[in-house]
T-cell receptor, first 112, second 113 residues
Framework: KAGVTQTPRYLIKTRGQQVTLSCSPI?????VSWYQQTPGQGLQFLFE???????NKGNFPGRFSGRQFSNSRSEMNVSTLELGDSALYLCASRPGTQETQYFGPGTRLLVL | QKEVEQDPGPLSVPEGAIVSLNCTYS??????FMWYRQYSRKGPELLMYTYSSGNKEDGRFTAQVDKSSKYISLFIRDSQPSDSATYLCAMRPVNTGFQKLVFGTGTRLLVSP
């Protein structure tokens, strides 16, 4: 089976712009979660989607949003980018009933 | 203070050494404990998963949880250069969804041949 894929892998944006990141989960996985990883804060949970519904949300401002499509693919959007949004954004998928989640390689976002 | 503390390293050891990686935490409600390995330019992969206290062994890896001290460890026996990576601990209480894990910032391990 193909693993979790994320596009694009690298992105450079300027402050004030918005960005959309994409995640394709492993085939058959219905749960997709997003994380932000920075050297200072580590991995922080953004939100989780299951069958197109947001089930959990972390402590991030409303500028961070996401959605999931009927084929389980997910997108996350960050509006009005700030310098502090520079990070590695990781997507993880899992089957509906198992604890193990599988991470993608991430999208590295640099905000200038 | 962060809920989960982890020494960032780097931790440098020779091949064949026993490696000890550790995390401390402050939330006594944490019940599920995990260790992830993250290679450069890759996403984390789950290595070990334990519930509550005790030890769990899987090949060269042993995970240990001491809830009384709020301290978890990952031991790697006979370390190999291929073990060079960043190791992340993660944990959550029993009453939250799996995805709402709290991660440590990771310890970078370097195993030299």
């Amino acid at each position: 089976k193909a693993g979790v894929t994320q596009t694009p892998r690298y992105l450079i944006k300027t402050r004030g712009q918005q960005v959309t990141l994409s995640c394709s989960p492993i085939s058959g996985h219905r749960s997709v979660s997003w994380y932000q990883q920075t050297p200072g804060q580590g991995l922080q949970f953004l939100f989780e989607y299951f069958s197109e519904t947001q089930r959990n949300k972390g402590n991030f401002p409303g500028r961070f949003s996401g959605r999931q499509f009927s084929n389980s693919r997910s997108e996350m959007n960050v509006s009005t980018l700030e310098l502090g949004d520079s990070a590695l954004y990781l997507c993880a998928s899992r089957p509906g009933t198992q604890e193990t989640q599988y991470f993608g390689p991430g999208t590295r976002l640099l905000v200038l | 203070q962060k809920e989960v503390e982890q020494d960032p390293g780097p931790l440098s050891v020779p091949e064949g050494a026993i490696v000890s990686l550790n995390c401390t935490y402050s939330n006594s409600a944490f019940q599920y404990f995990m260790w992830y390995r993250q290679y450069s330019r890759k996403g984390p992969e789950l290595l070990m998963y334990t519930y509550s206290s005790g030890n769990k062994e899987d090949g060269r890896f042993t995970a240990q949880v001491d809830k009384s001290s709020k301290y978890i460890s990952l031991f790697i026996r006979d370390s190999q250069p291929s073990d060079s990576a960043t190791y992340l601990c993660a944990m959550r209480p029993v009453n939250t969804g799996f995805q709402k894990l709290v991660f440590g910032t990771g310890t970078r391990l370097l195993v030299s041949p």
